[in-house]
């Protein structure tokens, strides 16, 4: 059964540092990893899609890798902003068939120090 | 483009009530899938919908169901409600074939007294 973890579950920090967030997932057969990041009370917004075949992506100050053989993912983001704030969430999707199904790690929760 | 939108926004509803929540996924797109998010469990799969048919479960008892329309819109049911249904109902579309980008809606926020 996939299971994903996010470390650390919360994190702060001063105003232009740079910091990484954590995904591990435990089953490798992933077809690929989504970043979301998600505002109080609100829907979720995709920052990043991996393919399976992919070693990272990048938007912006946003930089994702995969390391599907290790079961490890992180986003790197770059000079960070208040406007950061939010909980980020990875995102794995697994199993067989046809589908669009994503198992959620438990996310994030950053704050960005003005 | 017009996003992903769900209503309604909020909800109350007490024990034993039945519930349907709506999707209306970003034209275009043919899959909708529904997610459910508490505090304790976080975000968890419902089930996903393509082209009217069922194409994928999670682990919820029979008191949840879906249907989705021709038009691609999707509806979630649930019936006999309990206090712990209580949680924000997300659905996310996709265009149709696996791979791709998920975009979520706002969310339906359902509380149950």
């Known amino acids: 059964k996939q299971e994903v973890t996010q470390i650390p579950a919360a994190l702060s920090v001063p105003e232009g540092e740079n910091l990484v967030l954590n995904c591990s997932f435990t089953d490798s057969a992933i077809y690929n990893l989504q970043w979301f990041r998600q505002d109080p009370g609100k829907g979720l917004t995709s920052l990043l899609l991996i393919q399976s075949s992919q070693r990272e992506q990048t938007s912006g100050r946003l930089n994702a890798s995969l390391d599907k053989s290790s079961g490890r993912s992180t986003l790197y983001i770059a000079a960070s902003q208040p406007g950061d704030s939010a909980t980020y969430l990875c995102a794995v999707g697994s199993g067989g068939g046809a589908t669009n199904k994503l198992i959620f790690g438990t996310g994030t929760l950053l704050a960005v120090q003005p | ?113």
Not at chain 2, 11 to 40: A, E, F, M, N
């Open chain 2, 1 to 113: 483009k017009a996003g992903v939108t769900q209503t309604p926004r909020y909800l109350i509803k007490t024990r034993g009530q039945q519930v349907t929540l709506s999707c209306s996924p970003i034209s275009g797109h043919r899959s909708v899938s529904w997610y459910q998010q508490t505090p304790g469990q976080g975000l968890q799969f419902l089930f996903e919908y393509f082209s009217e048919t069922q194409r994928n479960k999670g682990n919820f008892p029979g008191r949840f169901s879906g249907r989705q329309f021709s038009n691609s819109r999707s509806e979630m049911n649930v019936s006999t409600l309990e206090l712990g249904d209580s949680a924000l109902y997300l659905c996310a579309s996709s265009p149709g074939t696996t791979q791709e980008t998920q975009y979520f809606g706002p969310g339906t926020r359902l509380l149950v007294l």
